[in-house]
């Protein structure tokens, strides 16, 4: 059985232990190693190493006193004690220092995660906010061009517009939302378009699959949308027509918008600021877990965007 003396050495040197692991950890690599004075870290930790191996010997040969053992012999300071105590210490020291750069690892890892996290979270604001103004300069002009020609409709797009900007200014702040909400925001805008070019313009809006039951980031189909009118509508004075399907299924939103445009349009926008940003802003939300397909067909744009939904 453990006498209480015997009980105490042993707090007694677990202390000293603990104190030269400390001193490793907190002072020794942060002051010296991680300021790159290797020399300087070698030799104090060398100086250490021996200090408390020697305390260590010294608290033995106190102790040998303290609880005297007949048939003991109190030769403490021998070259092989003093050996076996450094080893010790050594292997302290590693076992120290590995634990401090584990740490420092694992808490540097979450800071970057964090600090990542946050500038991500930064970068979509910024793209998310680009859209806004664009869209609000777009629907006063149409405001403006339908109070020029006194047309009872400006009412109706002024209500329209209010619907807009509540739900970009107070509901598109979430992470996700419901793509019922996205959509019924898209049929506004299409309808403040309706409005302004009127029987020119015919808009083929169709949606399948169980779209009550999905979310999506707010504003990321709306850009696709405004473009189309941009690059079809702008310069034709013809009769124009946009095809705007919606699909989901599997747990993607297939979502895909063609309209008419001319060569030059189609240069001009494939390497656009807008599409940029978008394309961006994806990669931000889904990684690699989205395609985003623009190309040519018969002197139309087509555009077809795949986005998992949750």
Known sequence: MISFQSYMMFCVILALQAAFAYFNIYVLIPRLLFAKKYVYYGLALLCTVVACSL????????????????????????TR?????????????????????????????????????????????????????????????????????RSEQAPEVVLKLSDLMSYMLYESNAAWVPLTKEINYLHNYLDVEQLRFGRRLSVAFTMEGPIEEANIPPMILILFIENSFKHGVKNNISKIHI????????????????????EEEMIM??????????????????????????????????????????
């Open 243 to 262: 095809s705007i399907s919606l699909v989901v299924a599997n747990g993607y939103l297939y979502f895909r918008v063609e309209n008419p445009a001319s």
């Open 81 to 149: 004690n003093v050996t076996i105590g450094a080893i010790q210490e050594v292997y302290l020291v590693g076992l120290s220092t590995g634990f401090k750069f584990l740490k420092d690892s694992i808490l540097n890892q979450q800071w970057q995660k964090e600090k990542e996290k946050h500038y991500l979270e930064t970068e979509l604001k910024f793209l998310k906010s680009q859209i806004q103004p664009h869209f609000f300069f777009n629907t006063l002009n149409n405001i403006y061009s339908l109070t020029l020609k």
């Open 269 to 310: 926008e494939s390497n656009g600021i807008g599409l940029r940003n978008a394309r961006r802003r994806l990669d931000l939300l889904f990684g690699t877990d989205y395609t985003l397909d623009i190309h040519e067909q018969d002197r139309t744009f087509i555009v077809a965007l795949k986005i998992p939904v949750c």
């Open 55 to 78: 305390t260590g010997l010294l608290i033995s040969l106190i102790w040998s006193y303290i609880e005297p053992r007949p048939g003991v012999h109190r030769a403490i300071f021998t």
